[in-house]
């Protein structure tokens, strides 16, 4: 079992609410992904990490933010929610210095923006 | 963009050995192929990977062309619980993992 934690599973909010999604993982795992999946599709990459302090923007252009403050920790942020947002969102993280291993995703976070 | 190519979709008796292919024409050198499933849209679930010899794990075998243009993911005894979408993906390093469509298989009983 992957040690990737994701909160809060569902989420319902208003329009124009602030939201952060929270990913931790006890791995000590340097890189860290975000995606996003509309029911039915793909996953699509909006943000990663290599390290602390590392951001860059994935393929899927996207208007939340993130943050690297901790190792653990890579929370996903929207300043003012949509109901465009409605998706769900998963996190990953894999290990930096060793290529070729395998990512480990969370069970995800189900946002729905009414 | 995925590099892969995928069937939409396949059925599997449960019991019997489900076969997944996939095609990358245009992989390179140094290029893992990796297999993922995902259940129920829950998180994407690691299954295999491999460069350019056969692997077999716990859930499944990968057998990759002597050419490394296609490769099959085998899973030997499906059961009902292995109905998901399975993704194909090729990667390089530790570069942030692209998804394709998948194959959605169903195990019917």
């Known amino acids: 079992e992957a040690d990737i934690y994701q909160t809060p599973r569902y989420l319902v909010i208003g329009t124009g609410k602030k939201i952060t999604l929270e990913c931790s993982q006890t791995?000590?795992?340097?890189?860290m992904y975000w995606y996003q999946q509309d029911p039915g599709m793909e996953l699509h990459l909006i943000h990663y990490?290599?390290?602390?302090?590392?951001?860059e923007k994935g393929d899927l252009s996207s208007e939340s933010t993130v943050s690297r403050i901790r190792t653990e920790h890579f929370p996903l942020t929207l300043e003012s929610a949509r109901p465009s947002h409605t998706s769900q969102y998963l996190c990953?993280?894999?290990?930096?210095?060793?290529?070729?291993?395998?990512?480990?995703f969370g069970q995800g976070t189900r946002l729905t923006v009414v | 963009d995925a590099k892969t190519t995928q069937p939409t979709s396949m059925d599997c008796a449960e019991g019997r050995a489900a076969n997944l292919p996939c095609n990358h024409s245009t992989i390179s050198g140094n290029e893992y192929v990796y297999w993922y499933r995902q259940i129920h849209s829950q998180g994407p679930q690691y299954i295999i990977h491999?460069?350019?010899n056969n692997e077999t794990n716990e859930m499944a075998s990968l057998i990759i062309t002597e050419d490394r243009k296609s490769s099959t993911l085998i899973l030997p005894h499906a059961t009902l619980r292995d109905t998901a979408v399975y993704y194909c993906i090729v990667r390089i390093g530790n570069t942030p993992l692209v998804f394709g469509k998948g194959t959605r298989l169903s195990v019917i009983a």
């Open positions: 990490s290599y390290g602390v302090n590392s951001t």
């Open positions: 791995m000590g795992h340097d890189k």
């Open positions: 491999g460069l350019k």
């Open positions: 990953a993280s894999s290990e930096l210095d060793r290529p070729n291993t395998e990512a480990f």
